[in-house]
């Protein structure tokens, strides 16, 4: 989990433009800041959970990381609807997915000794 979540926040910053697509409209500023700030954000809990010494922190960072992105993940699918049904599937497929990745950050938090 830390790896890859270390991998998609780098990933924000090396292509942002398909993260900058599926910010909902209603937040203030720009598109392009809520990109970056969630890659900072997913590149820092997932380096939070590779350390021992930060996993619990970082597990409880990946719950708050997994809950705040939904409303994106949910945007998505209205913003690639006319995008053809490979899109559709794929949005509509990503937001069940969100449910086990807070089990399993929450599974990490639990199990990690203080």
């Known amino acids: 989990?830390?790896?890859?979540?270390?991998?998609?926040?780098?990933?924000?910053?090396?292509?942002?433009?398909?993260?900058?697509q599926i910010v909902p409209a209603e937040l203030p500023g720009t598109p392009r800041f809520y990109t970056l700030a969630s890659g900072v954000a997913e590149a820092g809990t997932g380096a939070m959970?590779?350390?021992?010494?930060?996993r619990r922190?970082?597990?409880?960072?990946?719950v708050a990381l997994f809950i705040?992105?939904?409303?994106?993940?949910i945007n998505s699918v209205r913003v690639l609807w006319n995008k053809g049904w490979p899109a559709r599937i794929g949005t509509i497929a990503r937001l069940?997915?969100?449910?086990?990745?807070?089990t399993q950050a929450l599974k990490v938090y639990r199990n990690t000794p203080r």
Do not use: C, E, S
């Not at 989990?1 to 292509?15: C, P, R, S, T, Y």
């Not at 959970?49 to 930060?54: I, K, N």
């Not at 069940?96 to 807070?102: D, N, V």
């Open 96 to 102: 069940p997915l969100q449910y086990p990745m807070i």
């Open 1 to 20: 989990m830390g790896a890859m979540l270390v991998g998609m926040g780098a990933l924000h910053f090396v292509a942002p433009k398909p993260f900058d």
């Open 49 to 54: 959970l590779l350390m021992p010494r930060t």
């Open 57 to 62: 922190l970082g597990a409880l960072a990946a």
């Open 68 to 73: 705040g992105v939904f409303p994106a993940n």
